[in-house]
């Protein structure tokens, strides 16, 4: 049983950075591959990114690429998500979930264990 913490979440301006980070409450490394969705408001859950077991592949979904960044830190259990030039439309809640599975997956039903989510608003 894994059990994940986002913080980090809060307001900010079109084309401002947040940093979300995942605490997690088992060693991670070199057994879970993390990734991060999103949902917003009346929408459906939306994969952001993934990182790998070791940290050294990452995997985003089109909208945020070049913008949003996971790292990872298999030493401190925890990954973080750097989100830059944010736009309105990446106002959400931001989970962050783990999987035992080793490819690229998007689909949130290949991950097992889930945060309670924090929220990111982007004001316009």
């Known amino acids: 049983q894994v059990q994940l913490v986002e913080s980090g979440g809060g307001l900010v301006q079109a084309g401002g950075s947040l940093r979300l980070s995942c605490a997690a409450s088992?060693?991670?490394?070199?057994?879970?591959?993390m990734g991060w969705f999103r949902q917003a408001p009346g929408k459906e859950r939306e994969f952001v990114g993934r990182?790998?077991?070791?940290?050294?592949?990452?995997f985003y979904a089109d909208s945020v690429k070049g913008r949003f960044t996971i790292s990872r830190d298999n030493a401190k259990n925890t990954m973080n998500l750097q989100m830059n030039s944010l736009k309105p439309e990446d106002t959400a809640n931001y989970y962050c979930?783990?999987?035992?599975?080793?490819?690229?997956?998007?689909?949130?039903?290949?991950?097992?264990?889930w945060g309670q989510g924090t929220q990111v608003t982007v004001s316009s």
């Open positions: 990182i790998s077991r070791s940290g050294g592949s990452t």
């Open positions: 979930a783990a999987t035992l599975l080793t490819y690229n997956s998007a689909q949130s039903a290949d991950y097992s264990y």
């Open positions: 088992a060693r991670t490394s070199s057994r879970y591959s």
